[in-house]
């Protein structure tokens, strides 16, 4: 990383934050009167809040020093022809958990990312419902803001005894099944979005096994502030996770990691190994 990019990292991380938490009060409103459901070509599901979160943050970004590129999942069609120059560029989920959000549940979030040279290093994520703030840029550590508690550093734990495990309550069938059960005794907590990648981060959660679909805005913003936290996020081959190396913008299956060494891929099924 350039030395003038490591400089400006920590003035751009307020600045982030505050554009987060700005779009999130703006999902809010919504989310609060009411809202249609439309469907993407890909048929998957956008709102109001959607657009209204994505036009916000890409009007506030382009205003912060760097003038970086800015790619988003509501505005995604870019040609990898096009993506491959970039060096540095923003990442963006306006809405994630958008299904969370149609259902009236509390697991949506804001997540924006800066990835340089195929790393995330910065990310900022925002849960509106919760009112609280994940954020971190590469060398700064990692941090939430709550209402109880501002600035407060987090950090993975070791792993427990009896491990827990973030999973989604949307995807958990098929191989995510196979894999908690080849692990014995756990425990589980279930929600929606970043948040379960947060959930290790500050050492609530010992893993986040993601055994299904993904696209790199869903995870670019988390993947800083679990890096920061002292954790991990690798394909399920224990490989590194990297951004803009491929036409396709989806992610492979992977593994969120707190603060351990354990071989989780002795548990996965045998058609994933």
């Not at 959930?199 to 805005?217: C, F, K, M, N, Q």
């Not at 913003?221 to 989806?250: F, Q, R, W």
Request: charged share 25%; net charge negative.
């Amino acid at each position: 990383m350039t030395t003038e990019l490591n400089a400006l990292l920590p003035k751009l991380l307020p600045e982030v934050k505050r554009i987060a938490i700005e779009a999130g009060e703006k999902i809010m409103v919504i989310f609060n009167r009411g809202f249609d459901v439309d469907y993407k070509d890909d048929k998957s599901p956008v709102t109001e809040a959607d657009l209204t979160a994505n036009a916000h943050i890409i009007k506030e970004l382009k205003k912060l020093a760097g003038d970086f590129p800015i790619l988003t999942e509501e505005e995604a069609a870019l040609p990898f022809e096009e993506r491959k120059k970039w060096q540095t560029y923003w990442l963006v989920d306006p809405l994630d958990g958008t299904k969370e959000f149609m259902n009236k549940r509390d697991g949506f979030t804001v997540n924006i990312a800066l990835i340089h040279q195929h790393k995330s290093v910065l990310g900022v994520i925002y849960a509106p419902v919760f009112d609280v703030s994940y954020y971190a840029c590469k060398g700064h550590g990692a941090y939430k803001d709550s209402n109880e508690t501002q600035g407060k550093k987090i950090k993975v734990r070791a792993l427990a005894d009896v491990p827990t495990l973030a999973v989604s309550r949307s995807h958990a069938k098929g191989d995510l099944l196979a894999f908690v059960d080849n692990i014995g005794e756990h425990e589980i907590i279930r929600t929606g979005s970043s948040l379960k990648m947060c959930y290790v981060a500050e050492g609530i959660a010992d893993i986040y096994p993601r055994l299904w679909l993904t696209s790199e805005w869903d995870t670019g913003a988390a993947h800083c502030i679990v890096d920061e936290a002292g954790g991990s996020l690798v394909k399920t081959d224990m490989s590194p996770l990297l951004y803009n190396t491929k036409d396709s913008l989806l992610n492979p299956f992977f593994f969120t990691i707190g603060g351990n060494d354990h071989d989780w891929v002795q548990y996965l099924p045998k058609s994933d190994v």
